[in-house]
């Protein structure tokens, strides 16, 4: 059974850009959720995709957007980047309503 | 909206002490409450979690939790903790088993350090 991937391990923007974010399910599972963690702090939900739909968001603004594909791997877009963006981005997949969430290791994310 | 509260930032055990990280959480109805642990450079991994029942759970790495509703609290407790314990946990709170369309609100995570 494969984990959760994420790619790429390490990034640098800077203000203005626009940045796309990878990440590839744990087999079968066809729930992704993303969650960003600014340092020193708890993750913070940003929005789920289910069979290829956003089925929730949270209290992020409209320039996060995401994708979720076919084979279930997923995509966050980021664009005109803030400072404030800077943070360690995390996927976690699932399956529908199940409670285990598995986690990638992340992103980290640099905005100079 | 819920919220978590972890009051430690850092706690500092010897190894082979008991431990426990607080958690606080604000929900009006019956929440799902979880503890994570993330390592460094790691993502986060599920210790335990509780939704009905037995308020007392039991997780993987020896580690358990009590959830007590007239205090608002899911602490997390260990009996005896190894130098592999050091890391950060988080508490987090959900309105569905799986976080769902809202997510998992997660709390701000206690820094865990184990003395020789």
């Known amino acids: 059974e494969t984990g959760v991937t994420q790619s790429p391990t390490h990034l640098i923007k800077t203000r203005g850009q626009q940045v796309t974010l990878r990440c590839s399910s744990q087999s079968g599972h066809n729930t992704v959720s993303w969650y960003q963690q600014a340092l020193g702090q708890g993750p913070q939900f940003i929005f789920q995709?289910?069979?290829?739909?956003?089925?929730g968001r949270g209290n992020f603004p409209p320039r996060f957007s995401g994708l979720q594909f076919p084979n279930y791997s997923s995509e966050l877009n980021v664009n005109a980047l803030e400072l404030d963006d800077s943070a360690l981005y995390l996927c976690a997949s699932s399956l529908p309503q199940d409670e285990k969430l598995f986690f990638g290791s992340g992103t980290q994310l640099s905005v100079l | 909206a819920q919220s978590v509260t972890q009051p430690d930032i850092h706690i500092t055990v010897s190894e082979g002490a008991s431990l426990e990280l607080r958690c606080n959480y604000s929900y009006g109805a019956t929440p799902y409450l979880f503890w994570y642990v993330q390592s460094p450079g790691q993502g986060l991994q599920l210790l335990l979690k509780?939704?009905?029942?037995?308020?007392l759970v039991q997780g993987i790495k020896g580690f358990e939790a009590e959830f007590k509703r007239s205090q608002s609290s899911f602490n997390l407790r260990k009996p005896s903790v190894h130098w592999s314990d050091a890391a950060e946990y988080f508490c987090?709170?959900?309105?569905?088993?799986?976080?769902?369309?809202?997510?998992?609100?997660f709390g701000k995570g206690t820094h865990l350090i184990i003395q020789p």
């Open positions: 995709y289910y069979r290829e739909e956003e089925n």
């Open positions: 987090a709170v959900a309105t569905y088993s799986g976080g769902g369309a809202d997510g998992l609100t």
């Open positions: 509780y939704f009905s029942g037995d308020t």
